[in-house]
Every structure is written in C-alpha cells, then in structure tokens.
T-cell receptor, first 118, second 114 residues
C-alpha cells in the first residue's frame, strides 16, 4: 500500500509556458499532500501543503501565484508552474500523508518530476 | 522556525565498514522519520521513531531517537554497495499548527567503494 504516482516524470518546456504536474495517491485517500522542490545534491524544500477542498498553505518565500496548487479530490493534487522560467528548472516531488497507523503522518513520496525550462 | 541539522554531508566508506549519520533538531519533535534516496530516485520511507529513547532495527540498520526527542541517528553495520544513496532525516514538529509538516535535514550522501 501507500503508493503515490506523479505525472509527468520529465518535462521540457519553453520559457513563458505553464506546466501542470499531477500527484495521485493510488491506494489510499490523502486529505493532505505536500509539494517539495529539490536541487541537485540538496535537501527537499517544502513549497506548500495541499489540503483537499481548501486553499493550499504556502511556505515563506514561495509565490502562490507562480505555483498554483489544486487539491480537488482525495486522491489528486496538481501543481501548475505558471509562466515558467529557467530558474524554475528543478526536481519537483509530491508526497501524501497516510491517514492510518499509530505513527501518524508518515509521508510517501511520488517518483518526482524533473522540469527543464529552456 | 524549526531547523534540522544533519551531519556529515558526505561519507565515503569501504564496503564492510560501518556508517553513521546524525540529526539534531532545534526544537522538540513529535516524531522523526528517515528516508533513503537513491541517485536519480525519490525519497523512500525507511522508518519512523516516536518514543523518547526509542531504538529500532531493520537488518543492518539501527535507528535511535534521543531521550529529549531532539536528535536521532542512523547506523549501518557492514555497508554494502546497495547502501549507496542519500539518507535524510525529517522531523515532525511537536504540536502546533505546523503539525504534520516535515523539516528535512540536509542529507548525508553515502558512497561505498567495493
């Protein structure tokens, strides 16, 4: 269980275009999903918390109009990078928080999306 | 805000040697999680520690959570080439509105020479 998929796995786009990334929990319902950004050989930086049916909570310094998040169902969250520029090139990873277990709040990660903006 | 420091940043070992990575949080944690990320891959959940002083083992991996719930360690005994990757600790804040958010350490990149 606890499988998270992400699509696309890789995308190359021209500067100024918008790119949508999907994150799906395949075998469980996730009321909360998280979006991270990772630079090469660096740690994961939390961008925002996506809550089903409500607005996302963005971390300090992350532009909400630049990175649009929609969590329309219990199994799907989307991140749209609007008007992408080369500095937006990065590895974007989503995670979904499992609703079960005594441990609580374990996050399972999707395989990531590598975005390259030309 | 909460910070999680992880050392060392890099560790090169010969196959068969032991390896340890350490995490220290600036605040008390409700729990700490460990992840492994292979080169080119995504973080894979290894384990979660919840209780003060907790020790858990997974084959050659031993995880510890400090008594004050502010530090943790991962120890690998007799490393193998399959252990190569980046190991991240991630702290879960103790209560408050940010509960459930993970703060990741910087990661330790482990290379194992055969």
């Amino acid at each position: 269980g606890a499988v998270v998929s992400q699509h696309p796995s890789r995308v190359i786009c021209k500067s100024g275009t918008s790119v949508k990334i999907e994150c799906r929990s395949l075998d469980f319902q996730a009321t909360t999903m998280f979006w991270y950004r990772q630079f090469p050989k660096k740690s994961l930086m939390l961008m925002a918390t996506s809550n089903e049916g409500s607005k996302a909570t963005y971390e300090q310094g992350v532009e909400k109009d630049k990175f649009l998040i929609n969590h329309a169902s219990l199994t799907l969250s989307t991140l749209t990078v609007t008007s992408a520029h080369p500095e937006d090139s990065s590895f974007y990873i989503c995670s979904a928080r499992t609703p079960w277990g005594d441990s609580t709040d374990t996050q399972y990660f999707g395989p990531g999306t590598r975005l390259t903006v030309l | 805000g909460q910070q999680v420091m992880q050392i060392p940043q890099y560790q090169h070992v010969q196959e068969g040697e032991d390896f340890t990575t350490y995490c220290n949080s600036s605040t008390t944690l409700s729990n700490i999680q460990w992840y492994k990320q292979r080169p080119g891959g995504h973080p894979v959940f290894l384990i979660q520690l919840v209780k003060s002083g907790e020790v858990k083992k997974q084959k050659r991996l031993t995880f510890q959570f400090g008594e004050a719930k502010k530090n943790s360690s991962l120890h690998i005994t007799a490393t193998q080439t399959t252990d190569v990757g980046t190991y991240f600790c991630a702290g879960n804040n103790a209560g408050g509105t940010s509960y459930g958010k993970l703060t990741f350490g910087q990661g330790t990149i482990l290379t194992v020479h055969p």
